[in-house]
């Protein structure tokens, strides 16, 4: 099993519609989550983190964390082909010191 | 620029060849980390520092890697006798021990022929 796990996609949704993108984790001892957006032939950017259970927004985007689910999603509201990318969802464990990456979802928005 | 600035961009190399990249943090960053990533996947853990002290380095690299950070600032990643497995993007990453945001530099597109 992997530790930080995302469906590859990719993902195609028209413009203006909510693009949801999902994560899960196994070690229960990851203490913060983060969603990093990746064009292609570039490095990673950060776009959300989130660290407490609930919902966390931010402009268009919304992070969402289930600790018990061990589960993370990203919501990106009015999607835009600007927003077409791969999106990496991360974890943070203070037990281990590292931030591991799930494989990434391609995300398509089409005009 | 305050970002994470990585040299060089590119490295074209023939297979046996020693290879050197060098990181250089956000100023205030203590921590800095080196990822490596090929295509269609995430990037994939290293090593990390904090200050000058390599905290860890993960199972998967083999002796033929080795990273330093002599003085708590600019960092090297060195590969010894590449492989041709050894193709990818090497990304350096920085962040402050609070939160654990990561910030990557461009990265290192290592071509081993």
């Known amino acids: 099993q992997k530790e930080v796990e995302q469906n590859s996609g990719p993902l195609s949704v028209p413009e203006g519609a909510i693009a949801s993108l999902n994560c899960t984790y196994s070690?229960?001892?990851?203490?913060?989550f983060f969603w990093y957006r990746q064009y292609s032939g570039k490095s990673p950017e950060l776009i959300m983190f989130i660290y407490s259970n609930g919902d966390k927004e931010d402009g268009r985007f919304t992070a969402q964390l289930n600790k018990a689910s061990q589960y993370v999603s990203l919501l990106i509201r009015d999607s835009q082909p600007s927003d077409s990318a791969t999106y990496l969802c991360a974890a943070y464990s203070s037990n281990t010191g590292k931030l591991i990456f799930g494989q990434g979802t391609t995300l398509q928005v089409k005009p | 620029d305050t970002g994470v600035s990585q040299d060089p961009r590119h490295k074209i190399t023939k297979r046996g060849q020693n290879v050197t990249f060098r990181c250089d943090p956000i100023?205030?960053?203590?921590?800095l980390y080196w990822y490596r990533q090929t295509l269609g996947q995430g990037p994939e853990f290293l090593t990390y520092f904090q200050n000058e002290a390599q905290l860890e380095k993960s199972r998967l690299l083999s002796d033929r890697f080795s990273a330093e950070r002599p003085k708590g600032s600019f960092s090297t990643l060195e590969i010894q006798r590449t492989e041709q497995g050894d193709s990818a993007m090497y990304l350096c990453?920085?962040?402050?021990?609070?939160?654990?945001?990561?910030?990557f530099g461009s990265g290192t597109q290592l071509s081993v022929l």
């Open positions: 070690d229960r001892g990851s203490q913060s």
């Open positions: 990453a920085s962040s402050s021990t609070a939160y654990e945001k990561l910030f």
């Open positions: 100023s205030e960053h203590n921590r």
